[in-house]
């Protein structure tokens, strides 16, 4: 599967952005999905994940309660939102595709997306 981020920017300390990860392939709705994101100078760190219907999802302790990951298998995308953004928050953002569920480890994903960079100014 090909997989095509968008929807990154530049927003300021606060605000909202709504990421876009769309999928190339019929098999899109057989891949769980993540988000992943990384900093300069920084490892590549989790985000959010969803299990192959969208009914279970799970995030990293520092975006929890901000960030909701979510996707529509008809539309072969999976999205995050992205709310109360923090400049720490500022990053590459990447989708991926290909790991176990509820696989918290880049190493475990197969296919990733170009990236998309986010930015929060304070």
């Known amino acids: 599967v090909q997989l095509q981020a968008s929807g990154g920017g530049l927003v300021q300390a606060g605000g909202y952005l709504r990421l876009s990860c769309a999928a190339s392939g019929r098999a899109f709705s057989s891949y769980a999905m993540a988000w992943f994101r990384q900093a300069p100078g920084k490892e590549r760190e989790f985000v959010a994940g969803?299990?192959?219907?969208?009914?279970?999802?799970y995030y990293a302790d520092s975006v929890k309660g901000r960030f909701t990951i979510s996707r529509d298998n008809a539309k072969n995308t999976v999205y995050l939102q992205m709310s109360s953004l923090k400049p720490e928050d500022t990053a590459v953002y990447y989708c991926?595709?290909?790991?176990?569920?509820?696989?918290?480890?880049?190493?475990?994903?197969?296919?990733w997306g170009q990236g998309t960079q986010v930015t929060v100014s304070s």
């Open positions: 991926a595709a290909g790991g176990p569920l509820h696989s918290r480890d880049a190493y475990d994903y197969r296919f």
């Open positions: 969803i299990n192959r219907s969208g009914g279970s999802t």
